[in-house]
């Protein structure tokens, strides 16, 4: 009993990694996705992008110009630790990719 659950876990967490790999076939997030993919919210995101302690382009002039996020790039900021800001809570969701 204890295999079949164990067992039943494991497909499901396989499923939901297949689901999120089949939707990260683009280079390029908008951060929306990135905070979906970071799992950390928009706001710390936004305050990661205004202090440069993220990677990131901007796409366009001025007020209408949008923030992009390289997935490769992220990929690579993260496996360098560059946590400086976060809040132990952001840490700790990091550390779940370290």
Known sequence: MIVEALLKQLINEMQELKNTLAGTT????DIKEASSYLKLSVSTIRKLTSKGEIPFKHLGE???SKVLFSRKQL???IMTG???GFTKRDKETL????
Do not use: A, E, N
């Open 26 to 29: 683009l280079p390029w997030l």
């Open 62 to 64: 001025g007020q209408k």
């Open 75 to 77: 990929d690579m900021w």
């Open 82 to 84: 560059k946590t400086s």
């Open 95 to 98: 550390d779940v990719y370290l």
